[in-house]
């Protein structure tokens, strides 16, 4: 079996860049970009942004792109310097020595791969209600990125899902914007910490909803937001409340499950990181899979950055490449 230099794994804004860097260094790199979505819950190739409507924050783009041309830029850019695309699933990888070993794909197209480096950037997915509306919707009133979208919602009333800290820092965000925002969460105390609760509570354009629970995200017919269908989760009651836009704050999840118990990964599953290196040597890591912090394609791309010229340097030392 012939031995990768550097194998990619992700296609996000981090993987992509990684990518791009990697073989721009002649590395000749995979990019093992994820499965076809169909059956999938976690994100498509291309990551969040193929879950977004128009980027606007993406520098060099004046007018804006939609996250899933930008995305198709990127990879295309990959593409052009000579990387090499696997459209499938990591299930499981042995980092105990190199060179590492990965499996990709189900059943009949499982395949074993050998790599003397490892570019982790599968991100992470933000949670979501679980609700058949909310997925219409997603991209079209629905969203679970208020930095990314919130300025779309201009003199709009905005709800938001969650009690947390991400769900107290995009109220505020949105309420430069929005005409209103009304914080619904599933029960009478927040989670967010006491500042971050305080801000939100003094500013004169949040309001909460508490012990709701949305039911329905309306309107698919229109394919737009027009109101939500809240639940009161002490007396069961339903009642609708008009809104353009809804946002879902409810946490995210690292895309981490074929690394666990090979690398070290923090409280909530997000891999630690320092300088772009992961615990094992030769691995490195770029993306949202351990930024918990930013969470922007463009941070994310310049991590992508990043990880690939460690790798570089990496396997130079070794000389390999
Ligand atoms: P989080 O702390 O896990 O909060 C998630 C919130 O969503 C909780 O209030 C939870 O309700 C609610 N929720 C979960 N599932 C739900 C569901 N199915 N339906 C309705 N509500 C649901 O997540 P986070 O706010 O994203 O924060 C993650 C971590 O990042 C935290 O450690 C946070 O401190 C940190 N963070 C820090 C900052 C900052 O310091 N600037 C900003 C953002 C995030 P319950 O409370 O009832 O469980």
Redesign the pocket.
């Known amino acids: 079996m012939s031995v990768w230099n550097v194998v990619i794994i992700g296609s996000g804004p981090a993987g992509l860049t990684a990518a791009i860097y990697a073989a721009r260094g002649n590395l000749k790199p995979l990019c093992i970009e994820g499965g076809e979505q169909a059956t999938k819950k976690s994100d498509p190739p291309g990551g969040q942004l193929m879950l977004t409507t128009d980027v606007e924050n993406y520098p060099g783009f004046p007018e804006g792109i939609m996250g899933p041309e930008l995305m198709e830029r990127f990879r295309k850019q990959a593409e052009r310097f000579g990387t090499e695309f696997l459209t499938d699933d990591v299930t499981k990888v042995d980092l105990s020595k190199a060179p590492y070993k990965i499996w990709a794909g189900h059943g009949d197209k499982e395949q074993t791969l050998e790599a003397h480096a490892i570019v982790i950037a599968t991100g992470a997915s933000a949670?979501?209600?679980?609700l058949e509306s909310e997925k219409k919707l997603l991209g079209y009133g629905v969203s679970t990125c208020a930095t990314c979208d919130g300025a779309f919602f201009k003199d709009l009333e905005v709800g938001i899902?969650?009690?947390?800290?991400?769900?107290?820092?995009e109220a505020t965000f949105l309420s430069k914007y929005a005409s209103k925002v009304t914080v619904?969460?599933?029960?009478e105390?927040?989670?967010?910490?006491k500042i971050?609760q305080q801000r939100v509570i003094d500013n004169p354009k949040i309001d909460f909803a508490w012990n709701k629970?949305?039911k329905m995200v309306n309107d698919v017919e229109k394919n737009e937001v027009t109101s939500v269908t809240l639940l009161d989760t002490k007396t069961e009651e339903e009642s609708e409340m008009a809104l353009s836009g809804l946002f879902v704050?409810?946490?995210?999840t690292p895309n981490t499950e074929p690394f666990k118990g090979q690398l070290d990964l923090d409280d909530?599953g997000y891999i630690i990181e320092k300088n772009g290196k992961t615990s094992v040597d030769g691995v490195f890591v770029a993306g949202d899979v351990h930024d918990?912090?930013y969470r922007q394609a463009i941070t994310a791309a310049g991590a992508g950055c990043r990880a690939a010229l460690e790798a570089e340097h990496y396997l130079a030392a070794k000389g390999i490449g």
């Open positions: 949670r979501y209600l679980g899902v969650g009690g947390g800290d991400s769900a107290m820092e619904i969460h599933r029960r105390g927040l989670r967010a910490s971050m629970t949305v704050a409810i946490g995210h909530a918990t912090r």
